[in-house]
Nanobody
């Protein structure tokens, strides 16, 4: 069974930075892509970033490109999301998820999800 636990969320002022972490259990972490999604109140869950099994391929939503960076450490079974130049519209619950052997931007290709961590950006 795969479990994902996010951490690192919090309250930050606009222009600030946060680093989210997602620790995974299980023996297959290094075989699958990982992704970050977010969901704001009364909005659908949306794709933020994804990274391939070996870190060689990444994709970002246009809204975060150039500000957010996804990375992973397979030895630690952890995926990260470095968020810089945060904006109030980045406020949401952020979820990490385990995807397929290839990267994908659709949540339907992710079969394990964490419980989420709240990120709040004040103006």
């Amino acid at each position: 069974q795969v479990q994902l636990v996010e951490s690192g969320g919090g309250l930050v002022q606009a222009g600030g930075s946060l680093r989210l972490s997602c620790a995974a259990s299980g023996r297959t972490f290094s075989r699958f892509s990982m992704g970050w999604f977010r969901q704001a109140p009364e909005k659908e869950r949306e794709f933020v970033a994804t990274i391939s099994y070996n870190g060689g391929n990444t994709r970002y939503a246009d809204s975060v490109k150039g500000r957010f960076t996804i990375s992973r450490d397979n030895a630690k079974k952890t995926v990260y999301l470095q968020m810089n130049s945060l904006k109030p519209e980045d406020t949401a619950v952020y979820y990490c998820a385990r995807g397929l052997e290839v990267v994908s931007t659709t949540p339907y290709d992710y079969n394990y999800w964490g419980q989420g961590t709240q990120v709040t950006v004040s103006s």
